[in-house]
């Protein structure tokens, strides 16, 4: 470890990749998306930039996720995708390469594992250590994992949801469900389709959550305005749409979270399910932003459950704390290869 060792810690999210440096903090906050060229598959625009051209791009240009459900679907998109964000994070001369910390799904396979390895040292990094996100988001919820008790960790991301029990630094059980935020977007504009006979698009979709979602009917509902294309007349139009609306429309998805928590929560030893039921669930990543999230799983488990601060930052913050003190969690977190 020279003087110089640049380290990164990079939450390779479906749909946000995040940026930590240590002693700088979360540095870089960005879409996971990338503009490519249909002629001749030339990257033209990443993170930002490339999201502003989703759902508007001429044919010459297609806007690209390279991450589908939180793995690599995309391996050369995702390596210059990496490539972008590194450059970014490190401006400067390239004369030492970054250590790299990437966040992965706790469901991942060996060979996407690999997969995510290779793109980072082929994007720019010195050595990359692959961990996985329920670790990191304890870590970055200030959960001190390596003790002997169990903490319970829920990460709702775009792709994926990761629920998982963690005692001795390790994951004791787990599971990682492909619905989230994305999936929650999806009912949201298809409520809309059906009930209004409007057309919204992704981000629309995503807005009309954060403005006015909640996993519970509430009492004094908000309302929102959307704005979308009519499927009979294609002519714009406006409706408006209250939360409970909402709260119908997502049932599903949310119904799919719930249920990969009750499985993490019956594979639990009987011992550490004794501790979760006092510490409760610690639920972490954007899609736990969803208003009333924690009271839903309440009613659904009998466990209490609550938002970590700053829940879309806890997976990248644990990437950055776990890289500073990387010879204490070595053992808990590492598998190099």
């Not at 629920?163 to 492909?178: C, F, M, N, W, Y």
Request: with cysteine.
């Amino acid at each position: 470890m020279g003087l110089f060792t640049k380290k990164l810690g990079i939450d390779l999210g479906t749909a946000n990749t995040l940026v930590f440096v240590p002693k700088k903090g979360v540095v870089l906050n960005e879409p996971s998306v990338v503009a490519l060229s249909v002629l001749n598959n030339m990257v033209l625009a990443v993170g930002d930039e490339a999201k502003e051209m989703i759902g508007r791009t001429p044919e010459s240009i297609a806007a690209y996720r390279p991450l589908k459900d939180g793995v690599i679907a995309d391996y050369r998109v995702t390596e210059a995708m990496l490539r972008y964000f590194i450059h970014k994070a490190l401006p400067g001369p390239r004369i030492f390469k970054p250590e790299v910390m990437v966040s992965v799904p706790a469901g991942v396979t060996s060979t996407e594992r690999r997969a995510v390895v290779e793109a980072a040292l082929k994007a720019g990094a010195r050595a990359a250590y692959v961990v996985k996100e329920p670790i990191l988001a304890a870590i970055g919820a200030g959960i001190p994992i390596s003790e002997a008790r169990g903490h319970m960790v829920v990460d709702i991301g775009g792709g994926t949801t990761d629920a998982a029990v963690i005692s001795l630094g390790g994951i004791v059980a787990s599971t990682s469900a492909k619905v989230a935020g994305n999936k929650i977007d999806q009912a949201v504009a298809d409520y809309i389709k059906e009930k209004f006979n409007l057309a919204i698009g992704d981000r629309t979709a995503e807005d009309v959550k954060i403005e006015i979602g909640s996993a519970v009917a509430i009492k004094d509902e908000l309302s929102y305005t959307v704005k979308g294309r009519d499927f009979l007349t294609g002519l714009p139009r406006t409706a408006e749409i209250k939360t409970n609306e909402i709260v119908e429309a997502i049932r599903e998805p949310l119904g799919d979270i719930i249920k990969a928590i009750k499985n993490v929560l019956q594979d639990t030893p009987p011992e550490l399910a004794a501790d979760i039921s006092s510490t409760g669930i610690t639920m972490t990543g954007g899609g736990s932003l969803l208003r009333n999230i924690d009271e839903l799983v309440y009613r659904a488990t009998g466990v209490p459950a609550h938002v970590a601060e700053e829940a879309h930052l806890c997976v990248v913050r644990g990437c950055g704390k776990a890289l500073e003190h990387l010879d204490t969690y070595k053992r808990s977190i590492l598998t190099k290869r």
